[in-house]
């Protein structure tokens, strides 16, 4: 099957040729032979607002219209269950180990109080379709493709002797889809808004939703309107998609809800989508009031997505050689992915990854699946997953250098806030927030279930701030920590102070505790007391409190308690195999044939610092990590990918360059669609965990960051013998504006934002550092792995080094 796939790549490939004046194929991007059989394998394109799926059928085109708030409400929400009352009944049982009786608790309540049955959350789903109708034809010389510099998605084919083509992207300057449709010939073309399909057995759950859909077509625009059955604060009642044709030449006309253009030169669509909040009126008008306001011209407005897209993809380069491998049109490349990466199939990916987040960064954070869904049943509703997902899907937001897109992380979670000091006072009784697992159009817990005990999970909070506080120490924005990122902390620091009791042995027990998703080896139930990755979220969250306590004048008294509180976590446990325990009780078993990871929590992001000077815990963590290879490596890399990039993570801080570069090649063989698409597990499920991951971990591997602490090559793969980066972000407001490496050198830029001195670590000695200007680094000893660096604001830095 693969020798018949490189003959037809073979063929497309001489066609591509053929067609060498019109469409090229792009710098960063791919090219494609075939449409898409299914809408996990469509052509991707967004602004963070809407996002599109183009399949690239020649005739019978499907553009599936998503919106980054566009979550189907399935009831009115009921409030999290009063699960505060039974506190001290469930950590009773715990005490006396019965784990399995503890955690049916919240399910009993959630049936007292009405739920009924299991809630999820809301689930993404798709706004409407556009469908698009052209004349059939014999085809050849098929391309479709996507260019991650500009965003674009385009369609190619020769039919009856013309050249028919279709680009599409979603404008991130000017907040609308645009799409153009030529031939070389005339263009004829049938055009219709119309509800996403819904199968047989889906009408009673889309009845149940869905209040109403109508469509229509009326001189120039084509309409949909969908209203729900179900509303809440804070939600939309319903969604209007307005779309505007324009035609060069030839004739339009309605039939019903559809606009056909006769003999055209050229059809120009312009779209946009807008959720209801008010219920009023239609805002029909409203669209395509706004749809007049912008000029109809391709070009121009391409301009403005290269300015605002464009740019965002651009401050960042990875480049690792070039080979005939990563340039195979997309099912070869994913078909040799699989056969082995070459590292200029890992820049690709690169690439596509990070076009993958930017496109559906926004409003929101990406969820599950991005920006995207062509399903009204997602996996897990295509949320917000806490206790992993999005942390991973956020990963490289900073050190890509591009900030402003960790705004959407930040602001979701303050619109969440009141419903998550809702779940501190309803589940713990206690003050402060409460991040639970899963989140979509609300903040509210109200998953109930006694194998996966996420109402009593707690770290959700101090996780997520951790991550926000990370965003002041990468921008240094006194105002971003002082009104928005250290209100969010203080409040889940004092979820703690409310939520923690003592042990017999003086130290704070956690209880209840919950690792995410696995359970001991030797216990049926995932509920815990103490679970590792608990006390390394709260101990994280503590630190930096106090940290930014001190910058925005917290009282002495509150960080007092906190220092206080510190002093009283209880101590890691090192295991009989000598690796991190996953749970501190000794009874416990480890458990590593599991997707996730938590123990290593301290490892993901910035090192605690206890691991940094503390090397038997160092050792352990890297015994914990190397059990859990052992798992990924027999299913080549193993279900639930994000798990994979936090190990890459981790194995990139413990500087084990080797592990590191095993991971990054497992992520990059195994985890892309012919879209470049993102994979949850290795071969299948769209999800876009492990675009966000696989950026991060290359980052890591290539430069790990502190305040006034930079360490170079700190996990190189071996496999990339020489190589470049450009652009990337520090801790510390420095950007790195290119390191270069080969065998026997090391070339570094750098430029900080303010004046600093910062100490510079090597992966190992060097016979030479030259610093311009000089004076930067001056009194360097040769002799040691590290030297320190004189930076002034705005002045680049170059060192180079030799081995």
Known sequence: MFKHLLLLVLGSLIGVAIQAQSFTPPDRGFVSWKPAPRWEDALLSGNGTMGTLMFGEPHDETIIVNHALSYLPQRVPLQPIDQASRLAEIRDLLARGKFVEAARIPVEQSMKEGYGEKHWIDPYVPVCDIKLSMTPGNVVDYIRMVDFETGEAKVQWRQDGQLYQRSLFVSRADSVMVMKITSSGKVNVRLSLRQHPVNWDQWDYINNAIKYTNVSAKDNYLTCSTAFNHHFKGIPYGFEATALVYNVGGTKKTEDSHIVVTDADEVLVLMAVAPDFKNKASLQSYLQKWLTTIKPDYATLLEGQK?????????????????????????????????????????KEFDAARYNIISSTGINPPNLQGIWSGTWTPPWSSGFTHDGNVEVAVSHLLSANTPELMAAYLHYHERMMPWYRDNARRLFGTRGIVVPAHSSSHGWNIHFDETWTLSLWTAGAGWTAGILYDYYLYTGNPDLLEKHIYPFMREAAWFYEDFLIKGDDGKYLFSPSYSPENNPANSPSQLVVNATMDVMVAKDLLRNCIDAGKIVGETS??????????????DYRINTDGELAEWLPRNFEENHSHRHVSQLYALF??????????????????????????????????????????????????????????????????????????????????????SGGFPAVIIRSLVYSEPGSISLLPALSPNWETGAIEGIALRGQIIVNRLEWSRNDVVVRFTSAIDQRVMVKLPKVCSRIVASPKAAASKVDCSKNYFFLRMKKGVPVTVTLTY
């Open 307 to 347: 300015r605002s897209h464009g740019e965002l993809f651009g401050r960042v380069k990875l480049s690792l050689g070039k080979d005939a491998k990563a340039d195979l049109q997309s099912e070869a490349f994913v078909e040799t992915a699989r056969q082995g990466v070459t590292p200029p199939m890992i820049q």
């Open 557 to 570: 008294q509150q960080i007092h308690k906190w220092e206080q509180m510190l002093t009283l976590m209880p």
């Open 605 to 690: 992001d910035r090192m605690a610092p206890e691991f940094v000077t503390d090397t038997v815990l160092r050792n352990a963590a890297h015994k914990t990590l190397k059990a859990r290879m052992d798992q990924r490596r027999r299913n080549h890399g193993g279900e639930m990918v994000f798990g994979l990039a936090q190990q890459g993570m981790v194995a990139a801080n413990l500087g084990d360059a080797a592990l590191t570069g095993e991971i990054i090649d497992l992520m990059a063989g195994y985890y892309w669609a012919p879209s470049f698409a993102t994979y949850h597990n290795a071969g299948n499920l769209f999800n876009m965990d492990l």
